[in-house]
C-alpha cells in the first residue's frame, strides 16, 4: 500500500491548491514552487497526520538556492 502525502497551498480564506505525491522530495519540492507561485504558505502533510510536517513560505531566494 502506498501512503500519499498531501501538499496545500493557502491563505488565511481560501485554499489555491490541493494535491498528494508519493515521495516526501515531489511534496517539499511542490510545497515550494506552489508557495512561490500563489505567494501564499504551503504545507506538506505526512500521511495519517492532521498538523503539518514542513511549511513553505515561497521566498524566492530561499526556492531558487534548493533547486538550482
Not at 519540492?29 to 508557495?35: F, G, I, R
Request: proline residues 4%; hydrophobic residues 40%.
Amino acid at each position: 500500500m502506498t501512503f500519499l502525502f498531501s501538499v496545500k497551498c493557502f491563505s488565511p480564506s481560501q485554499v489555491f491548491y490541493t494535491c498528494q505525491t508519493e515521495l516526501w522530495v515531489e511534496a517539499v519540492t511542490m510545497a515550494h514552487l506552489l508557495a512561490e507561485t500563489y505567494d501564499h504558505r504551503a504545507n506538506v502533510y505526512k500521511p495519517n497526520e492532521v498538523h503539518h510536517a514542513y511549511s513553505a513560505t515561497g521566498n524566492p531566494d530561499i526556492t531558487d538556492r534548493i533547486f538550482t
